[in-house]
């Protein structure tokens, strides 16, 4: 199958950009969604797991009966399988021959679940359902489609406008500066007065 045109080669770790994380991976699946709607190429988008664990849930105790019974419902499942392809090669077979195919093919499962189960026994008695959850799961882009996923899903940063220097009234406006209306025009400050000159101890006694 050839896979010309896919931003990320087959088998390589390369997700591209991530733009949004859900904590459910129902979550990731309704914005994919949502990309593609967006007409967001579908060949760049991965869904990555972070955080992977596997988890086994023990379902029962197994014993031999157990055993004989899960291979009976396997032997009759081939069963019909057998007894389905020997009507089709004799369809003027008598019904007694129909059964007796799936009898054994319930004997034959039962057999074989039971040494199936005497192998295993002493390293595993009991009968348990894998499966591997992630913590989060982050919905990944190419770089050359982030900006339009980012849109698509309203995580887009908004453009600000760079705030106005403020006007300092303390200083005289320039030739051809306007002042803002209600601004009071600078004013000059005070001029300080001189201090007075402290008469010399000379002096003083040359007056008296």
């Not at 019909?80 to 089709?88: D, R, W, Y």
């Not at 189960?117 to 050359?144: G, L, T």
């Not at 209600?182 to 400050?189: E, K, L, T």
């Amino acid at each position: 199958m050839s896979n010309q045109g896919a931003p990320f080669s087959q088998g390589s770790a390369e997700t591209g950009e991530t733009v949004a994380s859900f904590t459910q991976y129902e979550g990731a699946q309704k914005a994919v969604s949502a990309l593609i709607a967006a007409e967001v190429p579908a060949k760049e988008i991965a869904i990555v797991g972070a955080g992977l664990r596997s988890i086994e849930r023990i379902t029962g105790r197994l014993g031999y009966a157990t055993a004989a019974r899960s291979g009976a419902i396997n032997g009759l499942m081939l069963g019909v399988l057998f007894s389905f392809i020997f009507v089709l090669g004799s369809p003027a077979a008598p019904i007694q021959a129909f059964v007796g195919v799936l009898l054994v093919g319930i004997a034959l499962g039962m057999l074989l679940n039971i040494l199936m189960f005497s192998i295993v026994r002493r390293r595993r008695d009991y009968a348990s359902v894998m499966q591997v959850v992630a913590d989060h799961y982050e919905v990944k882009v190419a770089p050359a489609s982030v900006h339009k996923a980012r849109v698509a899903l309203g995580t887009a940063p908004t453009a600000t406008r760079p705030a106005a220097a403020p006007q300092r009234l303390d200083t005289p406006p320039r030739y051809g500066e306007r002042i803002a209306p209600g601004a009071q025009p600078p004013q000059a400050a005070p001029a300080e007065r001189p201090a007075p000159a402290e008469p010399q101890p000379g002096q003083d006694e040359e007056r008296a």
